[in-house]
Each structure stands twice: as structure tokens, then as C-alpha cells.
């Protein structure tokens, strides 16, 4: 009976034991848990508000490629032509986000290349356009940042200045136009200073009035410039970026 007795006692006083030790081992866990779960969301914070790899001033040079459509109007007769060419590519911006997603910056881009003269034939006449090398656009960028992919997908809202030559019977000058452009995007860093783009860019175009004498009659006319596609691979680097 006495040793029953005594049996009994040690187990009960092992258990409590037991336990005691396994409620401070949940307790100390529990502490050094939400020490490191508010140890990440302090440094997510930190890391997208300060040391996001999209913040500040930034300078891109790329290539692309343009397929454009320009066409020329006459006496309601029109005709036009598909123009594809290489682009040179350079830009400058800034941006930072906000919270932690959202992206707000603008940019001042040009695309430069060789453009050659496109012949056209209206009313047995010979017209031809060429667009000028230089294409200037001013825009804002909205985009969602991806922290855990260091990568943004975004949207450009753009104005282009185009100026194209157009030649037909005695009508001989320059047409400048500013045409809206959308473009769709993504960039992903891959260091805090140095990050690869990929982009699409959609501009639009509407006529450009002109009149001309042809066979003793003025004639009224329109000119459609640089409508359609431009593709492009960039790459951009941060200016007082950290390394």
C-alpha cells in the first residue's frame, strides 16, 4: 500500500512537471513567434515603402520595333501603306510607390530610327510620306508592384509628337500631329539599381487636313500618321539607387 501510495505521488509530481516545462515552452514559442511575425511585417513596410527597386529617377535605353500604318486621302479616294522599322529607344522618369502595391510616376521617352520615303498613286499622281526620325512623348505611369517578384506590371498614358513629310502634285510640307498612345507593360528588377522592361505600346492617329490644285481644281485632302504598333525591350538604371 505504501509504496501504491508512493508510486502514485512521483508520477503526479513527474506530470505536473511535465507540464509546467511544456507551458512555458508554448509560451516562449508563442513570444518568439510574434516576435517574427511583426519582425516581417516591419521589414515588408520598410522594404516596399523605402527600399522598393522602382522608387526614384531612372534612365532606359532599349530597342524596339514599330509597325505603322500612314495613308494619304484625296477627292474621297484613299490609299496607304505599312511602314516597319527599327527603333532606338531612350527615356527618363521617376516613380514611387504607394502603400504597398501601387506604382505612380511619369516619363519622357523617344523612339529615333532611319525612316524611309513611302510611294502612294492618287489620281495618277504620285504622293509620299516619310516619317520624320525623331518621335518625342511625354506620359504618366500607373502600375501594381509584386514585392515577392520584385516585378511591376503597368499601364503608360502617352502623347507623341509626329511630324511626317508629305509630297503630292504641289502640295509640299511638313504635317505635325500629337498622337494619343496606351501602352502595357512589365519590369522586373534584378538588382536595386538595374531592372529589364518589357512593353507594347498602341498609337493612335486622325487626320491631318490639306488642300491641293490638281488639273485646275482644289482638291481637298487628309493625312493619317504613324497609326499602330510599337514593341519594346529595355533595360533602365536607377540613378542613387543603393547597390
Known sequence: MKTFIWLSTMGFLSLSAFCADQVAVNKENSAAGQETEAQMLENAENYSLEDCSFNGIYFVLGLGSSFYKNGVSLDKKAESCATS???GVMALGGG????EALYL????????????????NINGAD?????????PSLGVRLGYYNQHMDTMFYTKVMASRVNADFKYVDHNRTHTKISPAIVLGMESAFSKKFSARLECEYRFSSNNIFSVQHNGSKLQGGAKIARGINVRALV???LGAAK
Open 85 to 87: 522599322r527599327f527603333l
Open 96 to 99: 514611387r510607390v504607394f502603400g
Open 105 to 120: 510616376g511619369a516619363e519622357a521617352l523617344c523612339d529615333f530610327s532611319k525612316t524611309k520615303e513611302k510611294i502612294l
Open 127 to 135: 504622293a509620299s510620306v516619310k516619317i520624320a526620325q525623331l518621335i
Open 236 to 238: 533602365a538604371y536607377r
